[in-house]
């Protein structure tokens, strides 16, 4: 069965610093390029940032340039998202997904993470 879980979500203020995971299971990780996704409560879903199969690549949303790093670890099934810097546009339910190398349009997606930057 697969499965994608995130955690590390939470309430933090702005300025401060949040890692959240994403471990999956149940597909061959390493043949997959990993990605998060944010969506804020009545807004359309957006990408954050995506790492290839290997991790040689990375691309990143404009709003998050230069604040968060994406990295995985093959060997843990597991992908980490590194925000810094944190906004309060940044309040959002962070979800993790899954897409096979080769560009297959079946997607895996997690259940979602609530990140919350505010005084």
């Known amino acids: 069965q697969v499965q994608i879980v995130e955690s590390g979500g939470g309430s933090v203020q702005p300025g401060g610093s949040l890692t959240l995971s994403c471990v999956a299971s149940?597909?061959?990780?390493?043949?997959?390029?990993m990605s998060w996704h944010r969506q804020a409560l009545g807004k359309e879903r957006e990408l954050v940032a995506e790492?290839?199969?290997?991790?040689?690549?990375?691309n990143y949303g404009d709003a998050v340039k230069g604040r968060f790093t994406i990295s995985r670890v093959n060997t843990e099934n597991t992908v980490y998202l590194r925000m810094n810097t944190l906004k309060p546009e940044d309040t959002a339910v962070y979800y993790c997904?899954?897409?096979?190398?080769?560009?297959?349009?079946?997607?895996?997606w997690g259940q979602g993470t609530q990140v919350t930057v505010a005084s």
């Open positions: 149940g597909f061959i990780f390493s043949s997959y390029f």
């Open positions: 997904k899954g897409r096979h190398w080769t560009g297959s349009l079946v997607d895996y």
């Open positions: 790492i290839s199969a290997n991790g040689d690549w990375t």
